[in-house]
């Protein structure tokens, strides 16, 4: 069977663009360290990427938003700490009146440590986080509470506080109801207790100064059992951050086993296509040198 010139260049042609194609792909390879970087590569293994790149993303998100939530809950759990340290303060100064031999300047001093007590816990109340009210549910634009002194008012958030997913399953909150803590099941929120209180406390009125004692033992009780709630978000946010973290590691070294090169074969296939490049630029030199005498033996 003959050969003839035309067959030959077209096998040669077809031959030398297959080695090209071959030595682009293993250079881009062994550029980009990538071994899929187009889904017609390896269709499989595109979906695997797609896959797994979507299944990062959800991880990093959930990530993220259990760093914010750390954060908050971090400020959340300083805030309730420090409110029931004023409380004890607040208590421990009226206490301290309690007696026949109490002077007008010790009940005056008392009182004074009362309502400096209460205008710590309301600023406490009333802290914000990148302009998000922590105490005020779901108003969280809204302060909790207005006024100052004597003249607070009313709580201005809701009931429903926030919580964000920390995964498919589990949420945590970043934000409270204020009122849950500084007024719960009683009559009068917290602040209005120790006005109350510190002006019982100048009439060296006991049995006024007791009740208001005992209200501010259920702030105690309250703050205690929200810290406390808090406490559990914050061991649970703290052992997803662990858990996300090994989550994304994982999902990474499965997208770099569907995507990415193994350099050490890339560079050696890379070699082998150079060597067949070359081979077939040498056939295709010998072809254009053949004479009109090859053609004829």
């Known amino acids: 069977m003959r050969v003839t010139f035309a067959t030959a260049f077209r096998n040669g042609l077809a031959d030398l663009q297959q080695a090209a194609e071959e030595l682009a792909n293993r250079q881009r390879q062994v550029s980009s360290g990538r071994r899929v970087q187009a889904p017609s590569d390896d269709p499989a293994a595109a979906r695997r990427i797609v896959a797994e790149q979507n299944e990062w993303a959800a991880l990093d998100q959930y990530a993220r938003a259990a ?53 710590t ?15 005020s549910g779901s108003k969280s634009t809204t302060i909790p509470y207005s006024g100052s002194g004597g003249g607070i008012s009313a709580y ?19 934000t409270l109801n ?3 803590i500084v007024r719960g099941s009683d009559v009068d929120h917290v602040f209005k207790v120790m006005t109350d209180l510190a002006a019982s406390i100048r009439a060296g009125d006991v ?21 406390s ?23 990474a070294a499965r997208l770099s086993g569907h995507r990415d090169a193994n350099m050490i074969e890339a560079i050696s296939g890379m070699n082998r296509a150079d060597t067949a490049y070359r081979a077939a630029l040498g056939a295709m030199a010998d072809i254009g040198r053949l004479s009109l005498m090859d053609f004829l033996k």
């Open 67 to 119: 760093d914010s939530v750390g954060s908050r809950l971090t400020i959340v759990d300083t805030i309730l700490s420090d409110i029931i340290d004023k409380v004890i303060v607040a208590k421990t100064a009226a206490a301290g009146t309690v007696g026949s031999q109490v002077s007008a300047s010790q009940r005056e001093a008392a009182a004074l440590a009362v309502e400096a007590a209460r205008d």
């Open 178 to 180: 204020a009122d849950a």
């Open 229 to 251: 709630q808090v406490g559990q978000d914050l061991r649970t946010t703290d052992e997803r951050k662990v858990y996300l973290g090994n989550a994304k590691r994982e999902a």
């Open 121 to 135: 816990i309301l600023a406490d109340i009333n802290t914000s986080f990148h302009s998000v009210y922590l105490f």
């Open 156 to 174: 201005q958030g809701n009931a429903t506080e926030v919580r964000v997913d920390l995964d498919r399953q589990i949420s945590a909150r970043v």
């Open 207 to 227: 049995p006024a100064t007791e009740t208001g004692m005992a209200a501010l033992d259920n702030t105690f009780n309250r703050a205690i059992q929200a810290q």
